[in-house]
């Protein structure tokens, strides 16, 4: 199962799909207010809508979870909440920010998302879209996309300010229960990446032994769909070594 980031939608995971598709059978669904996926309940946390929401695509049978970014902490509820259900977790660019709480990355990076909330609480919603891809998009800049991506964007950088508490202050309560994760883990991130990617991952790392860490030379934040055949071969040599 994969689990796309947020301002996606589950088309983002095609390239990596089509490189895989000749050993896994996979869905993706669309997380709650992206693409097809359900609507937000604004009363709910919006982690904890997006989790109950895809925990109901889990097969009953164990499955190969898969997630990036805002998706990729999602996946690892999942894995918590659901440890009979998960048979390995890959983890790409996680953004649970509270895992590097502290290290001068976390700080830096705070620092520079800062304005995010200010905008959106300003009624600036396409500034706040502007903001957050200067740091976390593909590299094409909110004004350089066709007009129905800039819109879809703009209309769900609520997703970000919403997501706050469980990714900056851990309101999921993800990081006191890395211990019990008793599945294989991939770490897969991008050699370019905001530089608080790499202190998340070696944050998780040190709860998961004998965890699996990949760095993708030249890829950034968006490294499954910019660089999906070397996530593919990642995941491929990750899977055959649990066989």
Known sequence: MLLHCSLAHSGAWDGLARSLSDRLTMTAPDLVGHGRGPARDPSLDYHDQATRAAAGHLPDTPCHLVGHSFGAT??????LDHPDRVASLTLIEPVLFAAAAGHPASRAHDAAIAGLDPLWEAGDHEGAARLFLSLWGGGTPLDAMPVAQRRYMIDRIWVIVASHP?????????????????????????????PVISAVQTALGTAFPGHSRVVIDGAGHMVPITHPAAVAAAIGIFLDGLA
């Open 74 to 79: 999602v996946a690892l509820r999942l894995a």
């Open 166 to 194: 469980a990714l900056h202050d851990d309101r999921a309560g993800l990081l006191p229960r890395l211990g019990q994760l008793a599945c294989p883990v991939l770490l897969i991130e991008g050699g370019e990446s905001p």
